[in-house]
């Protein structure tokens, strides 16, 4: 009877040790790495994203004006857009700044992370770094009172050319107040340089005049 008890003890004790292994085996502790896994452990997975997708929008940043010259020293650089890896890096370079109405171009890119390039985009500039002239002249320079003056600005730009010119803001030149006035008279080329210069002239009394 001692050895039935014994038999008896013993496949309760295996029976015991193998719930136990099934136990912590469908919980994750199996025991085989010496490490217990919990259930946020368990639910993390790690996903390699592998990005076959070049930089998009490529562009040029600080490139130059409408009528693509340049006026002063500057630097430009391209810039993209790339949703998975990312930019690592974008070329750029500086304007050399020489007057020249000679087209200069030059090509750059972006690289993402994962060493994708995008297609290479090419810009033209030009440079004048010089403002242009203006010799303004107030015609008639000696106006009767409420007579009429009309100011020319006379500008003139030999590289980039002029864009605008104006004098006295547009308006008419004041003549009532008798005395000297002044205007002021500026000009604008196409690379953005300004110029500034002033005129005379002198409203007098017109039965002075006549006298």
Known sequence: MGRT????????????????????GGLGLTGVHGTALDGTERAT???????????????VEGGPNA??????????HW???DPESGIDSCQGGSVKPVDSSVPLTVYGTCV??????ASYVGFSYRYDG???TLDPVAIPAVVPRHGV???VP?????????????CNGGRAPNTRRLGPHTITCFVLDRAGNLATASVSYLVVDRRLRQG
């Open 149 to 151: 003056v009309v100011a």
């Open 79 to 81: 810039a993209a857009e």
């Open 112 to 117: 993402d992370g994962a060493g994708l390039s």
């Open 67 to 76: 009528d693509g010259w340049y006026a002063a020293p500057a630097r430009y």
């Open 130 to 132: 010089t403002p242009p």
């Open 154 to 166: 006379r500008a003139t730009d030999a590289l980039s050319g002029v864009a605008r010119q104006s």
């Open 45 to 59: 997975a790690v996903v390699d994203v592998v990005d076959t997708t070049p930089p998009s929008g490529l562009r």
């Open 5 to 24: 008890r014994a038999h008896g003890t013993a496949f309760g004790l295996l029976w015991a040790v193998g719930l136990a292994a099934l136990t912590w």
